[in-house]
T-cell receptor, first 116, second 113 residues
Framework: EAGVAQSPRYKIIEKRQSVAFWCNPI?????LYWYQQILGQGPKLLIQ????????DSQLPKDRFSAERLKGVDSTLKIQPAKLEDSAVYLC??????????????FGPGTRLTVL | KQEVTQIPAALSVPEGENLVLNCSFT??????LQWFRQDPGKGLTSLLL?????REQTSGRLNASLDKSSGRSTLYIAASQPGDSATYLC????????????FGKGTHLIIQP
């Protein structure tokens, strides 16, 4: 079974530039998550999709971050414009059900973003 | 607001020892608690999930316990091996939306061969 795929693996940009991350979840998983993990911290859940609809984006800084999940499969997370404090690893995960269930999340390898 | 604390922040033990990692949380009204492992440059791998109604879960050499009333969980690793070296993260889900999922900062574990 193929795992969660993410690209790119690394990205270096200057502040005020734009960047986009891509995620392909495990086939058949209804729920997709985007996390931000700052160095030395635990991951922070930014947004949760159920199929192609947003379940919760309460922790997504919507003035600069946006995310979509077209056709309930792949997802993209965009930052525009980037700030220095956005430097982090962005993790994508998927699961069959959702947070309220005894449901295992499967994580991709992450994209390490450095904003200079 | 839920807070999750993991102690110790780092731990180094010789191969073969049994060890315990600790996780504490401030709000006992939780749906579930999960333990993850994270290897350098990789994503997280789910190890064990304990629902709020359960006391413990076991998988191989790993055993996780949950004492919801006291806000504590432990991850017990038996007969540690160098391949167990990783960062171990505890996460608590308290319901609601994305802000209901709270991770600790992790325990960085090194098993000396």
């Amino acid at each position: 079974e193929a795992g969660v795929a993410q690209s790119p693996r690394y990205k270096i940009i200057e502040k005020r530039q734009s960047v986009a991350f891509w995620c392909n979840p495990i086939s058949g998983h209804a729920t997709l998550y985007w996390y931000q993990q700052i160095l030395g911290q635990g991951p922070k859940l930014l947004i949760q999709f159920q199929n192609n609809g947003v379940v919760d984006d309460s922790q997504l800084p919507k003035d600069r971050f946006s995310a979509e999940r077209l056709k309930g499969v792949d997802s993209t997370l965009k930052i525009q414009p980037a700030k220095l404090e956005d430097s982090a690893v962005y993790l994508c995960a998927s699961s069959p059900l959702g947070l309220a269930y005894p449901d295992t999340q499967y994580f991709g390898p992450g994209t390490r973003l450095t904003v200079l | 607001k839920q807070e999750v604390t993991q102690i110790p922040a780092a731990l180094s033990v010789p191969e073969g020892e049994n060890l315990v990692l600790n996780c504490s949380f401030t709000d006992s009204a939780i749906y579930n608690l999960q333990w993850f492992r994270q290897d350098p440059g990789k994503g997280l791998t789910s190890l064990l999930l304990i629902q709020s109604s359960q006391r413990e879960q076991t998988s191989g050499r790993l055993n996780a316990s949950l004492d919801k009333s006291s806000g504590r969980s432990t991850l017990y690793i038996a007969a540690s091996q160098p391949g167990d070296s990783a960062t171990y993260l505890c996460a608590v889900y308290s319901g609601g939306g994305a802000d209901g999922l709270t991770f600790g900062k992790g325990t960085h574990l090194i098993i000396q061969p």
